[in-house]
């Protein structure tokens, strides 16, 4: 069953006391340290500082860091480990990159498949699956690059993505709105099934089935962050000054960020939770059995399949053994064709100097 075709569930519980694991992918430059920094109200990811210009193009090989901080959100404390992925499409080739980041969500997803596989299990095992992926984009105003299209197709079987747009605040409300237009339509066109705030219309509130509308709506997530807060009317904001005028982090009007934190870190944080734990994580532990199940009847081969392979791998090493004997054989009857004709060709060509110097010869011989 895919995340797209889950059924919403009850939001908005109050839990006391919850691990959440929430990793940030992006290009250097889509705002992804500030918004984080933003989203805990504390510096949490630090920038990024080049010493020398000479540096500045050295490709980077993209580094996964966890880093753990302490919230509470409406009265609720909320223990949530951030992982960063600096680095992350700075190189020309990102393959590499790509799969370091899916072997780190399978990772985590290995370690808890041992945990409970163990006959006694550690009271201080911490679950480390991550939850949420935020995608940054960059607001480029066009649409997705294939680097984006590719990253978001390996991560959704194992991870919600969720598209955000760093730094909207570079592009007109116009601009906006067409570019938001346009990676929907491309999301819709490759079949990326990213977490689209899904919800059952039989079995959801209508309280509940309004706020995914609205949240799905509002995909990718326009976003702007501020380390800083400026006075407006007497009244200290978050927010970035322009020559143009103030971007205010949590006005809906300038921001989706208000809407985003409210549902990773509020309404839709059991949802996440949940998807992760009964869907992805399922989905990917019956695989990895089924891969452990048929390796182990792959080893166990009877003896006489095991000896009529050995004949088979001697059969058709012996035959590839022919053919390159074949080759060679073809190869040197073939410098030797090519030889002989060098040579009669230098025969012949011995042949007319000779016959050139003798009727010279004969010319200077003779009196008349």
Not at 176 to 205: Q, T
């Amino acid at each position: 069953m895919s995340k797209m075709q889950i059924s919403g569930r009850r939001r908005g519980s109050k839990i006391k006391g919850i691990q959440f694991t929430l990793m940030v992918v992006g290009m250097s430059g889509t705002g992804r340290t500030t918004f984080v920094n933003t989203l805990c109200e504390q510096e949490v990811l630090a920038h990024k500082i080049i010493d020398s210009p000479e540096t500045a193009n050295v490709e980077e090989v993209v580094t996964i860091r966890p880093v753990n901080v302490e919230l509470e959100e409406d009265s609720v404390r909320i223990s949530l480990t951030v992982v960063d992925t600096p680095g992350f499409g700075n190189n020309i080739d990102n393959e590499h990159t790509f799969q370091e980041i899916v072997t780190y969500l399978e990772r985590q997803y290995d370690d808890i498949l041992a945990e409970q596989s163990r006959i006694k299990r550690n009271p201080r095992f911490r679950d480390s699956r991550v939850h949420a992926v935020l995608y940054f984009i960059s607001p480029t105003g066009h649409a997705l690059k294939e680097m984006d299209i590719e990253l978001m197709r390996r991560l959704s079987p194992r991870v919600n993505v969720i598209p955000v747009i760093g730094r909207s605040d570079s592009l007109t409300p116009s601009e906006l709105k067409a570019f938001k237009k346009r990676i929907m339509e491309d999301i819709d066109h490759y079949d990326i099934p990213i977490y689209n705030f899904p919800y059952d219309v039989e079995e959801d509130d209508e309280e509940t089935i309004q706020d995914n509308m609205e949240l799905r709506a509002l995909l990718p997530f326009a976003v702007i962050g501020s380390e800083e807060e400026v006075e407006i009317d007497g009244e200290r904001v978050r927010a970035r000054v322009y020559p143009w005028g103030i971007a205010e982090v949590d006005d809906p009007n300038h921001s989706d960020f208000v809407r985003l934190r409210g549902a990773i870190l509020g309404s839709h944080l059991s949802d996440l939770k949940s998807l992760t734990e009964d869907v992805l994580y399922e989905t990917y532990r019956t695989e990895k059995l089924s891969r452990t199940v048929a390796d182990h009847r792959q080893s166990q081969v009877l003896p006489e399949d095991l000896a009529n392979q050995s004949v088979r791998l001697k059969e058709e090493q012996l035959r590839r053994e022919e053919e390159k004997l074949r080759e060679i054989e073809l190869r040197v009857q073939r410098e030797i064709h090519e030889k002989r004709q060098e040579l009669e060709a230098k025969e012949e060509t011995l042949r007319n100097l000779e016959s050139r110097l003798a009727a010279q010869g004969n010319s200077m011989a003779s009196p008349y």
